[in-house]
């Protein structure tokens, strides 16, 4: 998998570079395109669901899984399904990011971590332009892409969203007990299905989890670059 531009700059961003068009740090990561590309092994799944709304909560069928909160009712309000999707960028990246932290070099073990975490993105972002290309999706319209952790949607959500999902037989990720997940690149994430076009909603920290511990927003930007 090759970093194109938009990844290059997220990475760096995501590393914490304040001017990634003037650092070091961007030649240093596009040498490491080779250890990245044999490194990753993604893949991606993704299943449909019902609504079914209950007053301030909503019911995925089958499955009866409950979203509860503001965030998912905000999000789903005016969809009759939504996608559960998940992708992973394997196991083997874990296995290089430990190599780099064990031969104790800092910069590269960050840079490639960095790299990871924009490239995951990617791999959802692609899942999703291919499911817009789907006959059963053709004149639907797509919510933002949410996952858990944003708003008041809980971390929990996470172990019921790999059972529905078969995360260890479809893509090899475990969710772990502390709601984390192995491979550590990987990504759940929920997108509405509406016969409506749909407002851009996730588009800052409001929605985040770690909005009150970001190290971003401690330095007086964010993750995303608004």
């Not at 092994?41 to 409950?66: C, H, M, N, Y």
């Not at 990871?116 to 290309?133: K, P, Q, T, Y």
């Not at 790999?162 to 984390?180: H, K």
């Not at 299905?193 to 330095?219: D, E, F, H, M």
């Amino acid at each position: 998998m090759k970093m194109n531009e938009t990844d290059l700059r997220l990475a760096l961003r995501y590393a914490g570079v304040k001017d990634p068009d003037h650092s070091p740090f961007q030649l240093m990561l596009q040498a490491m395109e080779s250890e990245l590309e044999a490194a990753i092994a993604s893949k991606s799944t993704w299943r449909v669901f019902q609504i079914v709304k209950q007053a301030d909560q909503i019911r995925l069928e089958p499955g009866g899984l409950i979203l509860p909160g503001k965030m998912a009712s905000t999000m789903l309000a005016d969809c009759d399904q939504v996608i559960l999707a998940a992708g992973t960028l394997g196991h083997g990246f874990d296995r290089q990011s430990s190599l780099f932290q064990a031969q104790n070099d800092p910069a590269k073990a960050l840079l490639f971590d960095a790299a990871g975490s924009a490239l995951i993105e990617r791999v959802l972002d692609e899942l999703e332009e291919n499911l817009h290309a789907l006959p059963e999706f053709q004149n639907l319209y797509f919510t933002d892409r949410f996952s858990c952790g944003y708003g008041d949607l809980p971390i929990a959500l996470q172990k019921a969203i790999g059972q529905l999902l078969n995360l260890p037989l479809r893509c090899g990720i475990t969710v772990l007990d502390s709601y984390m997940m192995a491979p550590t690149k990987s990504i759940t994430a929920l997108i509405g299905v509406s016969q409506n076009p749909q407002p851009a909603r996730i588009r800052g920290c409001g929605y985040c989890s770690l909005n009150k511990s970001c190290t971003y927003r401690k330095k007086g930007t964010t993750c995303h670059g608004e």
